[in-house]
């Protein structure tokens, strides 16, 4: 997953107060006890779909994500399904190329719906929120398997910290340093409280 044309490097981890600000106005950024898709656990969860609910909102970050990844000269984007598949198709629009996803056959991404990627095909990969990288790098991973090259990686959120292990460039609007625990060390697990996967149940207004 290395690109000829650019070092590994972040092009922008924007602690943007703005984006901040609507992630905890629209409930984005939710607190609690929560399991992550990585399988940690942690007292904040971003939940995405939220801000990606408007579509002015959606059309905006894609635009900026796109400004950040524009330079790469990308042929085409891919996403994968779930989270990443609106805020993908924006920066997709935003950039004037192809978009793509990939979704869970069993335990592994594939390419469905008749979706095809060429050999040397330059691919960016858009997430809306990364933590472990694990998906992204799944991802990259699947395109790279059809010849293709990932040159760069895009996301609404950087929740990794600098530990994303990518090795080509990678453009985030936000980076939160939120805190996540292996669940045997779970200070909240500790306490009593029972972790739950986002969206598995109601969830109230994020508090201050």
């Known amino acids: 997953m290395k690109s000829a044309d650019a070092s590994p490097q972040t092009f922008r981890a924007m602690t943007s107060n ?7 106005a629209c409930g984005a950024l939710r607190r609690g006890h929560f399991l992550l898709s990585s399988g940690l656990h942690s007292p904040a969860y971003v939940q995405c779909a939220l801000l990606l609910e408007s579509p002015e909102r959606a059309a905006d970050a894609g635009e900026r994500i796109a400004a950040d990844l524009a330079a790469l000269a990308p042929d085409s984007v891919l996403a994968p399904a779930l989270g990443g598949v609106v805020i993908g198709h924006e920066v997709a629009r935003a950039l004037g190329v192809p978009f793509r996803f990939a979704e869970r056959e069993g335990n592994r991404l594939a390419l469905r719906r008749g979706f095809e990627l060429r050999p040397g095909e330059r691919v960016v990969v858009i997430e809306d929120v990364v933590t472990t990288g694990k998906s992204t790098l799944e991802t990259a991973a699947l395109a790279e398997s059809v ?3 990932v040159v760069g990686i895009g996301a609404i959120i950087d ?4 530990k994303h292990g990518f090795e080509v460039p990678f453009a985030a609007l936000l980076a939160l340093d939120l805190p996540t625990y292996p669940s045997d060390i779970c200070p909240l697990c500790r306490a009593g409280s029972v972790a739950v996967k986002p969206g598995s149940r109601p969830q109230t207004a994020p508090r201050a």
């Open 18 to 24: 703005d984006l901040l600000g609507t992630l905890e």
């Open 159 to 162: 929740r990794s910290v600098g």
């Open 147 to 149: 010849g293709a090259e």
